[in-house]
């Protein structure tokens, strides 16, 4: 994966996925919010990146205009280029993106009730997502989409095809989304909080799905979380957002177990570890950044217990570790390479 490197626009022809610059503002009422502030990276095939971030620090928003899906009455995606297979599509209409989304990049979504149908069976979703790019009848369809309920682990997929989201478990949900994502074999997946609400049996099972679907596939994934655990297992690299920009990246072993960014330091500290005992969980204190003000500085600077007079008067431009190749932060004042601890 590279980040952040807009001099090697083509350097990289091994890349299946690449996005630079990528802003997005939203408008309402006159009054605009910056949520995506200069993202840039690249992803090879079967390759697993994960992003995290609190709420609201541009994870989704980025992926759903990758997507095109955030709504153009207030959304705007300005100075970017995204590419799939060497395939430049950012100025792709609504109609032209109906060969990228399917076909080109698959996404899971974060609540399977809220995007599967209430009111369709799952079979007919699945078999919708298949005929509207294949030229192949209903019947050839449905045979399609029992495989794929097969494909994702679900017993009894002839039945299941009958049946409706709310008739479904939790667990079986969210693999008919899977299924759905993949049925056109895309060549990267998207997983938006892909294991919120299900129980850790179900969610490692989910989790193991996804890492079979990647190598069988030789496709991509990205996969958006809270769960540094989620991430850990799953990723190949990392990104860490603040207040819609990229502030650290680098392997996942790596950046876990010695960040370099102060933000990424003080989400690592907020975790539980193994005796809590007794214990208070650290929290980060201070509120996230307002993202009606477009960032020019360090966002992270008002709530870090670390920065330096540099950190509110200069920005701050990224940094490549020399100790190990991968690792780049947006830090003025970073953490001492090989200093982990459970404090900020």
Do not use: W
């Not at 928003?61 to 995204?82: D, G, Y």
């Not at 009894?156 to 095809?161: E, F, G, R, S, V």
């Not at 008739?167 to 899977?178: A, F, K, Y």
Request: glycine share 6%; charged share 20%; hydrophobic share 40%.
């Amino acid at each position: 994966m590279e980040l952040n490197q807009p001099e090697a626009k083509h350097k990289n022809s091994e890349s299946l996925f690449e996005i630079e610059n990528l802003e997005v503002s939203f408008s309402r009422a006159g009054v605009e919010t910056f949520a995506v502030n200069g993202v840039s990276f690249s992803l090879k095939a079967g390759e697993t990146l994960g992003i995290v971030g609190e709420s609201g620090s541009g994870k989704s928003a980025t992926c759903l205009a990758a997507m095109k899906l955030l709504p153009s009455t207030i959304a705007h995606i300005k100075s970017s280029q995204m590419r799939i297979d060497g395939l430049e599509f950012s100025a792709f209409s609504e109609r032209q993106m109906r060969d990228i989304r399917g076909p080109k990049i698959g996404m899971i979504f974060q609540d399977p009730m809220s995007s599967l149908n209430p009111v369709l069976s799952v079979g007919v979703q699945i078999t919708e997502a298949i005929t509207a790019h294949q030229n192949i009848n209903r019947q050839e369809a449905e045979a399609e989409a029992v495989k794929l309920i097969s494909k994702v682990g679900i017993p009894q997929p002839a039945t299941i095809l009958k049946r409706y989201p709310h008739e479904l478990s939790g667990g079986m949900r969210q693999r008919i989304v899977i299924a759905i994502a993949i049925a056109l074999k895309p060549r990267l997946i998207i997983a938006d909080e892909p294991t919120t609400a299900l129980d850790p049996t179900i969610q490692s099972q989910v989790l193991e799905l996804l890492k079979d679907i990647i190598k069988q596939s030789n496709s991509a994934l990205i996969i958006i979380s809270h769960d540094f655990g989620v991430v850990a297992e799953m990723a190949d690299q990392i990104l860490v957002m603040y207040g819609g920009k990229i502030v650290e990246s680098g392997p996942t072993e790596s950046l876990l177990n010695s960040p370099r960014h102060r933000y990424t330091k003080a989400l690592l500290a907020c975790l539980p570890t193994g005796d809590m005992h007794g214990k208070t969980l650290h929290s980060i204190e201070g509120e996230p950044p307002d993202m009606k003000l477009k960032p020019s500085l360090c966002s992270f600077a008002p709530r870090c217990t670390n920065s330096i007079p540099a950190c509110m008067i200069d920005p701050c431009d990224m940094k490549h570790d020399n100790v190990e190749t991968g690792r780049q932060y947006l830090c003025h004042n970073p953490v001492e390479y090989g200093v982990r601890t459970n404090e900020y």
